[in-house]
């Protein structure tokens, strides 16, 4: 897909989440995602009636006199898409991983958008490519987007580890926080997770392609791996090989999904040659119970 024709999908995405936003969306993403945190709001004298739990004693001791800290619900959610735009994205048969992940952050930034939250987003390969902090707008949904659509690909391994540290370190306050990959990572980000799932509430989405479960009949053909620059060659007609190839596939997905739903985290899977919106909204009512 051509950039012209990717941008022109895009619009008609912002124009399709509009509705969805309102119809689908609206009610499903403030259940699923709001008022779960608290934040700091202030701090004043004590009264009659506030719990002991809240004092700040080290207010408490500077004055001599009783002070508590007081919190409120996050009356707004902050989005922080983490997208990766490796090699191996660039796979696809009726349409590109790489297509596909930013359809999903365009349908995402501009939920969040309509919903008047902050979105940003970390760009990442086998390092962060450009981080892009959180603000609200369609304008700044749109800046995510083009940013992502522009890309130049400068690495084609994956890291989402590092992109994890990156985040850590620049991004103190509570997120819900979309990882949007083909999760075709050799780094060490499973055992990084659980420590970012600690203060950011995380989803995980994983990109597909059709033509890695079944491979297509086009007798010998050259395999090459994005990633690792290695190729090999295959004779695509012969079942065993297919049958194979899916069979690997299909255990490596399993393996993830286990691996998210030991660490607490909600996934779900999108493949390039299906409808990823009914896939979201099924992940959003989930969530909302």
């Not at 735009?85 to 048969?93: C, D, E, K, M, V």
């Not at 780094?187 to 994983?206: G, Q």
């Amino acid at each position: 897909m051509e950039t012209n024709d990717l941008l022109k999908k895009i619009k008609r995405i912002e124009i399709t989440t509009k509705g969805l936003s309102k119809q689908l969306f609206s009610g499903d993403y403030h259940s699923a995602f709001k008022g779960s945190g608290m934040t700091f709001s202030e701090v004043r004298n004590y009264a009659y009636g506030d719990e002991v739990r809240t004092i700040d004693w080290n207010v408490t001791a500077r004055y001599n006199e009783p002070h508590i800290k007081v919190f409120e619900e996050e009356k707004e959610l902050t989005v922080l898409l983490m997208i990766d735009l490796s090699g191996s994205s660039n796979f696809g048969t009726s349409a590109t991983k790489k297509n596909l992940a930013i359809e999903i952050a365009a349908v995402l930034a501009f939920t969040a958008a309509q919903n008047n939250d902050k979105i940003g987003a970390v760009i990442y390969t086998d390092k962060v490519e450009q981080y892009i902090p959180a603000k609200k707008g369609k304008k700044h949904a749109y800046a995510i987007i083009n940013a992502c659509v522009n890309f130049k690909q400068t690495a084609e391994e994956t890291n989402l580890s590092e992109a994890i540290k990156h985040l850590q370190s620049v991004q103190k306050k509570r997120t819900i926080t979309f990882i949007i990959s083909d999760f075709i990572d050799n780094s060490n980000y499973l055992e990084k997770l659980p420590i970012l799932h600690k203060k950011h509430d995380i989803v995980a989405i994983k990109t597909r392609d059709s033509g890695e479960v079944t491979l297509p009949d086009f007798g010998y053909i050259e395999l090459f791996n994005a990633e690792s620059g290695l190729k090999t060659w295959v004779n695509s007609s012969d079942k065993k090989v297919s049958d194979y190839l899916a069979k690997k596939e299909t255990e490596s997905t399993e393996i993830w999904k286990n691996s998210m739903l030991k660490l607490g985290i909600d996934s779900i899977v999108c493949s390039t040659d299906q409808a990823f919106i009914p896939t979201l909204v099924q992940l959003f009512k989930k969530r909302k119970k």
